[in-house]
């Protein structure tokens, strides 16, 4: 079974430029969630998606920070325009949960490991 | 929002030993999650318990839901459980989030 793919695995930018990640779930998988991980810290959510449609998006930064997931399949997430605190590690998650289901694992992509000059 | 708190926060023991990491979290949870995550790598899922105890391996995972709290033991420990261990807990709400809170992770190595 393939693994959540997310590209690029690096990214340098300088502040105030734009980024983008991307996220390919394993198929089938309706939830995909975005966190960001700061060095030291456990991961925060970003956005989830249930299918293509957003179901939480109340730690994302709407100013700078969007997300899409036209199709519910793969998802890119936009930081425009960078800033130096934004430099993070972006993992994308999926799961075939849908609400109360118990047994299903979260699976996790490598990452997008952001530096922000 | 619910604080997820792990310790130790940073744990060397040698090879062999049966190692416990302990994560307690404030408010009632729908589910908690161990997750395993290598330095430079992604993060794997190693249990997901809602009540009880799980077994994987030379993994256990035990949950005291009344207590609000959660233990991941390893026996036989291996320098290849090195790594650091986080536990997460999630909340189904009415419409479908769910979420995770991490805690900040345990960093364990295994000295051989």
């Known amino acids: 079974e393939a693994g959540v793919a997310q590209s690029p695995r690096y990214k340098i930018i300088e502040k105030r430029q734009s980024v983008a990640f991307w996220c390919n779930p394993i198929s089938g998988h309706a939830t995909l969630y975005w966190y960001q991980q700061i060095l030291g810290q456990g991961p925060k959510l970003l956005i989830q998606?249930?299918?293509?449609?957003?179901?939480?998006d109340s730690q994302l930064p709407k100013d700078r920070f969007s997300a899409e997931r036209l199709k519910g399949v793969d998802s890119t997430l936009k930081i425009q325009p960078a800033k130096l605190e934004d430099s993070a590690v972006y993992l994308c998650?999926?799961?075939?949960?849908?609400?109360?289901?118990?047994?299903?694992?979260?699976?996790f992509g490598s990452g997008t490991q952001l530096s922000v000059l | 929002k619910n604080e997820v708190e792990q310790s130790p926060q940073n744990l060397t023991a040698q090879e062999g030993e049966f190692i416990t990491i302990n994560c307690s979290y404030s408010?009632?949870?729908?589910?908690l999650h161990w997750l395993q995550q290598h330095p430079g790598g992604g993060i794997v899922s190693l249990f997901m318990l809602s009540s009880g105890k799980k077994k994987h391996g030379r993994l256990i995972a035990t949950i005291n839901i009344q207590e609000k709290h959660s233990s991941l033991h390893i026996t036989a420990s291996h320098p290849r459980d090195s790594a650091v261990y986080i536990c997460?807990?999630?909340?189904?709400?009415?419409?479908?989030?769910?979420?995770?809170?991490f805690g900040k992770g345990t960093h364990l190595i295994i000295q051989p």
């Open positions: 997460a807990v999630s909340h189904f709400s009415g419409g479908g989030a769910d979420g995770l809170t």
């Open positions: 998650a999926s799961s075939s949960r849908a609400f109360r289901e118990f047994d299903e694992k979260l699976f």
């Open positions: 998606f249930q299918n293509n449609g957003v179901v939480d």
């Open positions: 408010v009632g949870i729908s589910a």
